[in-house]
């Protein structure tokens, strides 16, 4: 019931030298969870605040459930958008209750049907006991889940959400972040959200949209976005990638730590770049081999390697917890990824690391 | 007040201190608070002492009307205050007029000049019969014109709000500047309309500023004597100065003291009741500052409001004053009287004015330190009481002050009673609660990392005090210091009451022939005192992020 429909969506300030979004398209329907991703910057919140009506579009056209909101001389108000919104700061009422402060969206509405709603939405987020409470004697997570109740309140058309859970710590973030979301799939909200955090991302998204310099780079499952970046950028951001050297020959792809079984993509030439994450690549030690170890970070789980190759080339690798080997020793790297690996044209951005 | 409300108002939620407790501190602070709080006790003293007849003839007479009449006067002029204030503030902080980043300063500046001198100053250009505008129009037209008259209620009320608006102007100013533009946004999102938001969340938002700007206008209005007195409109304070300086009636200008100072304690009271249990400060993180509005088609009514406010209460005073001085120097015998009043001149004027109002703040800071020090270095619920005490002066207009210290001064300190000294005891009295507060402010504000840090480098606590601690606090307390020097510029009634014969300040100078119909005599004077309130006005303004900043 509930899509939202973005078509060249246009938007420059005139305090800056690029457009803060530039051409962005995408639609989303019924229920799903989008999470606008991308460095600060990158225009994913201005996308956000253009849908919500709080900036005007220079071009381009928004639709809400089909209905034309914003194109080339229409603009529907915020308030006329049926739009919810959950800030940054959240920025609960300082003047007004809890309770107050979810009331507000419901004006209009019959005094027990205000009453009914409100309490159902304080009982969703387990605020009932806070309800008379003003929002300067909230802890930083009820605060957080009762700025997003009263933009639930009025039964949004859809919920935008602006960096939800930066204000938050990282305890609390997990926890709450877990409570959105299912109280999001409960009720079958459609949300858009903004994050820069690509762990965040993945974990609430049933989708993803990569932003980068205004533009929407890449939109996906996460697992897509994960397995099949479509640009370089995308491949450094989602999992910070390294950027190895490699020739397509025939229908492999030669690079210094192996051959690969898989073509280089139609038209492309035959000096490539492939993307390798630290899952992708292991290595044994050996006198002779190809490089050395650099670093281990000690991450609990893992242990994070870093190599440098006898080229020069930085490479990270995932090993055991357990597995703990000195630093400067020789080893032989190579890929172990069981999967497909990401490649790009050289000298198109890369940037290795 | 003005700058330490704003400043208070932003730093938010209680946070940890850097404790300094001696039990010398606690004993200075303490005879501080009882030096100012003497004064008052002694009023209510008399008050509650005075004759029962004094009561039942002031009960039955006159109570009564000044009652209404104050109250009448405190209301319109607050409520007049609050929407200039509000309107010029939500106009120059929000709106794309132009020129706003002078007009912050044009339109905060009239509370330089002293009421009584704009009352002067319309007095004599519109009184009903023999005002210099109506006598212009009879000689132009032949027969007389209908003007507007100053005097009485409605033009008491004008003048006043002219001269006090910048209070309300300033504090919600600040508050609108520190709204978070999210704050708007979500009511917007949640349905409001532009209109909307404006009048259920922004103007909610800013009610603490609003409110603290109305209470220093309500106060002011309270502790005004001379306007009222020149403009025939009897309030408190002005019967009691009839009481005392006319009737030598103490008794009965006692009761009355009671009565208005009682007065001054309910609305102190009532502020911090309205206020309630909403606490506005908000988080500094991610501030954005609200979108400016385009004001299109309201943009001219706009700019004749703030130009029509700027005229009346700036440029019409101030450009009359200095045509009538250039006409004081432009003729000898004025200029001769200017310069020698008896034994007198300009010149002693601006030394007795300069001199009493500077030592005043001397004094006002340096008392207002170790309070300070008191309630913010080791706070207790008796650290907190001394800190209230001393500022009770707020409530306790110039007449009072004045009405108390005639009596304790001749019975307790006679060999003060006829010097100069009472006139900067006075000042100091009723101003030292904007030393406390400013010095508070600067103490709460001083990150508890410095003294901790001094400490940790081998510094006893007084040398932590007196190297760190002083020196960073300094440019609040020089704020302070000259909020006081301003105020005590401006003080008339307990000048007036309190002088020893023949020592004139300027304050006194103007409103003598302003009240003799000496204007011209008067207006270089008048200038005086204006550009001195000015340069002390300026220099608190330009702390002010309200003033200082872009946009």
């Avoid at chain 1, 089909?66 to 919810?84: D, Y």
């Avoid at chain 1, 533009?215 to 950027?243: C, K, W």
């Avoid at chain 2, 007040?1 to 039990?23: C, D, H, N, T």
Wanted: aromatic content about 10%; glycine content about 8%.
């Amino acid at each position: 019931m509930s899509r939202v429909d973005i078509q060249n969506l246009n938007k420059h300030f005139a305090t800056a030298e690029v457009s803060a979004v530039n051409d962005v398209s995408f639609g989303l329907g019924d229920g799903k969870i989008l999470a606008l991703v991308g460095p600060s910057g990158s225009g994913k919140t201005t996308t956000l605040r253009l849908i919500a009506g709080l900036e005007r579009p220079d071009a381009g056209v928004i639709r809400l459930n089909g209905k034309v909101v914003a194109a080339e001389g229409v603009f529907v108000p915020p308030e006329r958008r049926g739009v919810g919104m959950v800030f940054q700061d959240h920025a609960l009422f300082p003047h007004l209750t809890v309770y107050e402060n979810i009331a507000f969206g419901l004006r209009g509405r019959k005094n027990a049907e205000i009453r009914t709603t409100v309490n159902e939405m304080l009982g969703l987020v387990g605020l009932e006991r806070m309800a008379g409470r003003y929002p300067h004697a909230l802890s930083g997570g009820e605060r957080q889940r009762a700025a997003l109740v009263r933009a639930l309140a009025p039964r949004p058309v859809l919920l935008l959400m602006d960096e939800p859970f930066s204000s938050l710590d990282a305890d609390l973030r997990r926890e709450v972040r877990q409570q959105v979301r299912s109280i999001l799939k409960m009720l079958q909200a459609t949300v858009i959200f903004v994050t820069h955090d690509q762990e965040e991302a993945l974990y609430m998204g049933d989708l993803l949209a990569v932003f980068h310099q205004g533009m929407l780079e890449q939109m996906g499952t996460p697992e897509q976005i994960f397995h099949s970046p479509e640009t370089p950028f995308v491949a450094e951001f989602m999992g910070a990638s390294d950027f190895l050297e490699g020739r397509a020959v025939a229908e492999q792809i030669r690079t210094e730590i192996g051959t690969l079984p898989q073509p280089a993509p139609k038209g492309m030439s035959d000096r490539v770049q492939v993307a390798l994450r630290a899952d992708d690549v292991d290595f044994v030690l050996a006198a002779a081999g190809n490089g050395m170890i650099v670093e281990r970070l000690f991450l609990g789980a893992f242990n994070l390697y870093r190599l440098r190759l006898d080229s020069g080339q930085a490479l990270h690798a995932f090993k055991g917890h357990t597995e703990i080997l000195p630093i400067g020793s020789r080893v032989e790297a190579f890929v172990c990824a069981g999967h497909p690996l990401a490649v790009f044209e050289d000298g198109n951005g890369v940037g290795g690391r | 007040m003005l700058m330490q409300k704003i400043q208070v108002y932003r730093s938010g939620a209680v946070r940890r201190v850097f404790e300094f407790k001696a039990p010398w501190l606690a004993l200075t602070a303490g005879a501080v608070a009882v030096f100012v709080a003497i004064p008052l006790l002694y009023i209510f003293l008399r008050a509650v002492g005075a004759d029962e007849t004094a009561w039942q003839r002031l009960l039955q007479t006159r109570i009564w009307r000044l009652l209404g009449n104050t109250l009448a006067l405190v209301a319109a002029v607050t409520g007049g205050a609050c929407v200039i204030g509000v309107g010029l503030a939500w106009l120059t902080e929000r709106t794309d007029l132009p020129g706003r980043r002078a007009l912050r300063w044009l339109l905060a500046l009239p509370l330089a000049i002293p009421a009584y001198i704009g009352g002067m100053v319309y007095l004599t250009l519109l009184r009903p019969r023999g005002g210099l505008i109506p006598q212009a129009l009879e000689d132009l037209f032949g027969q007389q014109v209908a003007t507007p008259s100053p005097l009485g209620f409605w033009g008491a009320a004008f003048i006043l709000t002219l001269f006090t608006y910048p209070y309300v102007y300033l504090l919600s100013g600040a508050a609108l500047r520190s709204l978070h533009a999210s704050m708007e946004e979500a009511a917007r999102t949640l349905g409001r309309t532009a209109w909307g938001t404006f009048w259920q969340v922004t103007l909610p938002s800013i009610f603490p500023g609003v409110m603290a700007g109305a209470l220093l206008v309500a106060l002011d209005i309270l502790a005004e004597y001379g306007t009222v007195a020149l403009l025939r409109y009897e309030t408190f304070s002005s019967a009691i100065f009839v009481q005392l300086a006319g009737r030598y009636d103490r008794s009965s200008a006692a009761v009355l003291s009671s009565v208005l100072v009682g007065l001054a304690m309910i609305l102190l009271w009532a502020e911090l009741w309205i206020r309630g249990p909403r606490r506005f400060t908000q988080m500094e993180s991610n501030w954005r500052p609200a979108r400016r509005v385009a004001l299109g088609r309201w943009r001219l009514p706009a700019i004749f409001f703030v130009a029509g406010v700027a005229f009346f209460s700036l440029a019409a005073p101030l450009g009359v004053l200095v045509v009538w001085s250039f006409q004081a120097f432009t003729d000898g015998q004025v200029l001769e009287a200017v310069f020698r009043t008896g034994s007198q001149g300009l010149g002693s004027f601006v030394w007795n004015s300069l001199w009493t109002s500077l030592l005043a703040a001397a004094l006002a800071v340096t008392l207002s330190v170790p309070v300070a020090l008191f309630s913010i270095r080791s706070p207790s619920r008796v650290s907190r009481f001394v800190s209230r005490f001393c500022q009770v002066g707020y409530a306790i207009p110039g007449v009072v002050i004045a009405l108390s210290l005639v009596l304790l001064v001749n019975r307790l300190l006679p060999f003060l009673y006829a010097t100069p000294l009472v006139v900067v005891m006075a000042y100091v009295l009723r101003h030292m609660p904007q030393a406390t507060r400013s010095s508070e402010a600067a103490l709460y504000q001083l990150s508890p990392t410095f003294e901790e840090a001094a400490r940790s480098l081998g510094r006893t606590p007084q040398q932590t005090l007196i190297q760190v601690t002083l020196p960073l606090i300094l440019p609040g307390l020089l704020a302070g210091g000259s909020l006081v020097f301003l105020t005590s510029l401006k003080e008339l009634p307990a000048t007036l009451l309190l002088r020893p014969p023949g020592f004139d300040t300027l304050a006194v100078r103007v409103w003598v022939w302003a009240t003799d119909g000496f204007y011209i005599q008067a207006a270089p004077a008048a200038l005086v005192l204006v550009m001195a309130a000015a340069l002390a006005l300026a220099f608190l303004l330009h702390r002010e992020p309200i003033i200082n900043e872009q946009g």
